[in-house]
C-alpha cells in the first residue's frame, strides 16, 4: 500500500461476520513456520499506514464466518480431497484489528493449527493455542510499544531491517529478552533491487552478531503468493 491506505480502527462484533480481502493455499515464506503448506487468510484495512507496505488490503468483502470456514477447508485440501494444509496464517492488514477470537476458536476445533501476524499495538483474548507472530513498525520515527497484554502471548517477533531508514537499521528492545521471545530479522523489500541486496546484507549481519534467527521472504523468490 505504500502508506497510501486509509488508517482504519478496531472493529466491534462478534466475529460473525469479518472483512476478507482475500484467501489462498500456498507455503509461508518467512519467520518460524517456513516452507509450511498454509492457507492464507487476508483480513482487510489496517490501524497503521506504512510508508513501505507492499500488500494490498483495501479492496475486502464481507463474509459470514461459517462461509469463511467452509472457503478454508476447501483450500487446505489437495486434488484428492485430503487435507494437505494443516497451518492457517491470519494476517493482513491487521487481523488484530478486527473480533478474530471465534474464528481461531473455529480453525482449533477444525483441528488447524492457527498463526497470526500482528504488528502488535493492538489485543484482543485468543485462544492459548494461537502463535503470535509480532512484526512491529515505527511511527513518528519511534518504535511502537508492544500492547501489555500481548506481549506475554507473542511467540516471535519479526523485525524488518532497511539500510535507508535509520529507525529500522537496528533491533530495539521491545520485551523480547524479559520475555525470552526468539527475534527474526528480515531485509525490508523496498522495490530497488540495489537496496534490497543492502538490506539483505544487513539481516545476515545482525543476525550473525545478534544471535538473531534470519527470516528470508521465499514465496518472493518462488514467485508464488
Known amino acids: 500500500m505504500l502508506g497510501d491506505n486509509p488508517k482504519r480502527p478496531p472493529v466491534?462484533?462478534?466475529?460473525s461476520v469479518l472483512f476478507v480481502k482475500n484467501m489462498f493455499k500456498t507455503l509461508q515464506g518467512e519467520g518460524p513456520h517456513v516452507g509450511v503448506s498454509s492457507v492464507f487468510?487476508?483480513?482487510g484495512g489496517c490501524n497503521l499506514a506504512c510508508s513501505f507496505c507492499d500488500t494490498?488490503?483495501?479492496?475486502y468483502e464481507e463474509y459470514a464466518l461459517d462461509?469463511?470456514?467452509?472457503?478454508?477447508?476447501?483450500?487446505?485440501?489437495?486434488?484428492?480431497?485430503?487435507?494437505?494444509?494443516?497451518l492457517v496464517v491470519i494476517t493482513g492488514g491487521e487481523p488484530l484489528r478486527q473480533p478474530?477470537?471465534?474464528?481461531?476458536?473455529?480453525?482449533?476445533?477444525?483441528?488447524?493449527?492457527?498463526?497470526?501476524?500482528?504488528?502488535?499495538?493492538?489485543?484482543?483474548?485468543?485462544?492459548?493455542?494461537?502463535?503470535?507472530?509480532c512484526s512491529p513498525k515505527v511511527s513518528a520515527n519511534k518504535y511502537l510499544s508492544v500492547h501489555g497484554d500481548l506481549l506475554p502471548r507473542v511467540n516471535a517477533f519479526k523485525f524488518l531491517v532497511s539500510v535507508i531508514i535509520k529507525e529500522y537499521s537496528a533491533v530495539?528492545?521491545?520485551g523480547q529478552t524479559k520475555h525470552n521471545i526468539?527475534?527474526?530479522?528480515q531485509a525490508m523489500d523496498q522495490q530497488d533491487e540495489e537496496i534490497n541486496a543492502k538490506n539483505q546484507k544487513l539481516a545476515v549481519e545482525l543476525a550473525i552478531?545478534?544471535?538473531?534467527?534470519?527470516?528470508?521472504?521465499?514465496?518472493k523468490k518462488l514467485g508464488i503468493e
Request: charged share 25%; net charge negative.
Open 172 to 174: 530495539p528492545e521491545l
Open 67 to 86: 462461509s469463511l470456514l467452509q472457503e478454508v477447508n476447501k483450500l487446505s485440501a489437495n486434488d484428492n480431497g485430503v487435507r494437505s494444509a494443516n
Open 12 to 15: 466491534t462484533g462478534d466475529g
Open 209 to 219: 552478531n545478534n544471535d538473531y534467527r534470519l527470516s528470508y521472504q521465499v514465496h
Open 56 to 59: 494490498e488490503f483495501e479492496d
Open 100 to 133: 478474530i477470537g471465534l474464528l481461531c476458536q473455529k480453525l482449533i476445533e477444525l483441528g488447524y493449527e492457527v498463526q497470526i501476524e500482528t504488528n502488535g499495538t493492538l489485543y484482543r483474548e485468543l485462544p492459548k493455542e494461537v502463535d503470535i507472530i
Open 41 to 43: 487468510i487476508r483480513l
Open 182 to 185: 526468539p527475534v527474526y530479522v
